[in-house]
């Protein structure tokens, strides 16, 4: 039995063909996020299909969540992107309490029952100053490959104070911190602690159980670091950050075609 999960977030989309009966992952790919979010889903699962030697005709069952799982008219069914990540996070890593994921366009903390059922969460999609979108500015900004910002962060030894609370404001100060001549090592690094401690100050207090850090700018270097100092207390990055949710979403999809077999139909 072959389940499918699609993850139709802000920035990008994510798929997952995963084996039900072996809990194996057959397939899985990344595309950039685009106007015709369905016809570009419904190609990325099609082309992880074929890479992967299956018909489409062989998916017994698909889940689509993100932002853009409405548009996905030929899921099955759609869920929350706060149920999927818990559902993907707790299968590879079940002793996480927290769940911190930070994306292109927003950032969610989720809190988890010690039977990885969300008890609570909260989610910033209003202001990009605490995800990925203010990794990009400073990026651009500075004229670092995103994929090095890490590395010249760890150099750092006075990360320059980012006190702005929109990310416009903070761009012009990123903007005025350069022409001072501060070292571009000390703007990334304030950069990517502003971001940790805008999360912190969502998660509250971690005491005891795991913190997980999925999403797309965990696979940044140095950013679990600099949330460990900011939570204080160790944090994990879950196995293909990326796409936690769309596996979250497949092995969803996965349990509810179980028990539709055990009760029989569709729903």
């Not at 790919?29 to 299909?49: C, Y």
């Not at 910002?149 to 990310?167: Q, T």
Request: with cysteine; net charge negative; charged share 20%.
């Amino acid at each position: 039995m072959i389940c499918a999960g699609i993850d139709a977030g802000s920035r990008t989309i994510k798929a997952v063909l995963l084996d039900a009966e072996r809990m194996v992952v057959l397939g899985e790919g990344v595309v950039d996020q685009g106007i015709e979010q369905k016809r570009l889903a419904r190609l990325l699962l099609e082309r992880i299909a074929e890479e992967s030697g299956i018909g489409m005709d062989d998916i017994a069952y698909t889940v689509a969540t993100g932002y853009g799982r409405g548009m996905l008219d030929f899921a099955d069914k759609t869920i929350t992107e706060i149920t999927c990540h818990a559902a993907g996070v707790t299968y590879h890593l079940p002793e996480t309490s927290v769940i911190i994921d930070i994306g292109g366009q927003d950032s969610k903390v989720i809190h988890l029952e010690a039977d990885g059922t969300v008890y609570d969460f909260s989610m910033n999609d209003r202001c990009a100053a605490g995800t990925g979108r203010f990794l990009e500015l400073v990026a651009n900004r500075t004229e670092v490959p995103i994929e090095r910002l890490g590395e010249l962060a760890s150099k750092s030894r006075s990360p320059a104070a980012i006190s702005s609370m929109c990310v416009v404001f903070a761009e012009t100060e990123i903007v005025g911190l350069m022409a001072e001549g501060v070292e571009t090592s000390d703007i990334i690094a304030g950069v990517q602690f502003s971001i940790a401690e805008r999360i912190a100050a969502m998660s509250g207090p971690v005491n005891g159980g795991g913190v997980t850090f999925t999403g797309g700018v965990a696979m940044i270097p140095g950013m679990r670091e600099t949330l460990e100092d900011a939570v204080g207390a160790e944090v994990r990055v879950c196995s293909s950050p990326q796409k936690t949710g769309a596996m979250g979403a497949a092995l969803l999809a996965a349990r509810r075609v179980r028990n539709i077999n055990k009760i029989g139909g569709r729903n």
